[in-house]
């Protein structure tokens, strides 16, 4: 009851413009939003803007936080918001990229194969950047953010069902990919 009491009072001091409330929920969530935004992304780089995003925006909109959910989902939901409006900026940029790498490509020489990973977590985080934006959101809360189906829902703003499949497809390619990674080792 104490930190939920603490943390309603930081609520209601930032709203007053007190920003030293604010810093003080900042700290509090730092760790679980950088390492959500760390997840959907595979960056440290991107994940440290992102998550600053994150925070700017939740300030911004600190007045349309309802406390109908805890505070921690509604910043989820705002991160997962800032990474997927990443993620389509940068599939709009990398596909201007790749035009102008066609282009520009005149022996046709293919590129170089990166080099494989080393470390089982760096497989597991690229198996989790290969999965479509929703099923990685969905793992990410739910696995690494151990929200439970109903709170991962919540921040996503879709249906536990529409979670639980999510689930499902994403625990399947996974353990597809990275079984299959181990074999050709």
Known sequence: ?????????????????RAEAFSELIRQH?????SLTYRMTGSLAEAEDLAQDTFLRAWQHLDSFQGEA????WLCRIAMNTCLNWRRREGRRNEVQQT??????????????PAPASELNQRVQA??????????????????????HAEA?????CSEATISWRLFAARTKLKRWLKTEVIDE
Not at 70 to 73: A, I, L, P, Q
Not at 127 to 148: D, G, W
């Open 1 to 17: 009851m104490g930190a939920e009491h603490d943390e309603r009072e930081g609520i209601r001091l930032s709203r007053e413009g």
């Open 30 to 34: 730092q760790r679980m939003i950088h």
């Open 70 to 73: 805890k505070f921690s989902t």
């Open 100 to 113: 102008w790498a066609n282009d520009a490509q005149v022996d046709g020489a293919p590129h170089p194969a």
């Open 127 to 148: 198996a989790l950047n290969r999965l479509p934006v929703k099923q990685r959101a969905a793992i990410v809360l739910t696995i690494h953010e151990e929200m439970n």
């Open 153 to 157: 829902a919540h921040a996503l703003g």
